[in-house]
Antibody, heavy 120, light 102 residues
């Protein structure tokens, strides 16, 4: 079955970069988009961006442009999210999810979430 | 980015009630809207894709409707397990609608 295994919780100081990984299995990695979503404490879901492993063309939310990088490594079927210059506002649970396509952006499979805390 | 506006933000209901949540897209997205249910501490669960297609093993009391910019999620005969927060999604997410016990 489809499985998305994320890296463990992380603590970052303000100004540092956060990196979350998402190891995919159970499906053809290059056939589906991966999107990244975050959820701050007590808040809703916030789309960070998405990436097709087929062509590595990212689609970032405007809010994160210039600060975010999403990549994939096809041999290890792993997706990565890097967010630079973090502040306390970036404290959140970060999720990766498998997306059906560019138009049908529904996500039937999600990682378990990675808690990232930004604190000095 | 497309903006998704969801309402109400909170809905108080009782078991057996019919509830409806609305979602509006800032531009025409055709049928490409999904609905999720989320419970505290859990990842979202996909309920409906393509505005009205029920995912496998999702109870038939859930239904979705709409196209273009206006969409709705309806839960017929609300069950105890349905008290949760619901999100609409097309790349970006709506703000969420919490269904709570009246």
């Amino acid at each position: 079955q489809v499985r998305l295994e994320q890296s463990g919780p992380d603590l970052k100081k303000p100004g540092a970069s956060l990196r979350v990984s998402c190891k995919a299995s159970g499906y053809t990695f290059t056939s589906y988009y991966i999107m990244w979503v975050r959820q701050a404490p007590g808040q809703g879901l916030e789309w960070v961006g998405g990436l097709s492993p087929h062509n590595d063309k990212p689609n970032y939310a405007q809010k994160f442009q210039g600060r975010v990088t999403m990549t994939t490594d096809t041999p290890t079927t792993t997706a990565y999210l890097v967010l630079k210059r973090v502040t306390s506002d970036d404290t959140a649970v970060y999720y990766c999810a498998r997306v059906r396509g560019f138009y049908d952006t529904s996500a039937p499979d999600w990682g378990q979430g990675t808690q990232v805390t930004v604190s000095s | 980015d497309i903006q998704m506006t969801q309402f109400p933000s909170t809905l108080s209901a009782s078991v057996g009630d019919r509830v409806t949540i609305s979602c509006r897209a800032s531009q025409d997205i055709g049928p490409w809207l999904a609905w999720y249910q989320q419970k505290p501490g859990r990842a979202p669960k996909l309920l409906i894709s393509q505005a009205s297609v029920l995912e496998t093993r999702v109870p038939s009391r859930f239904s979705g409707n709409g196209s273009g910019t206006e969409f709705t999620l309806t839960i017929n005969s609300l069950q105890p397990d349905d008290f949760a927060t619901y999100f609409c999604h097309h790349w970006t997410f709506g703000q969420g609608s919490k269904v709570e016990v009246k």
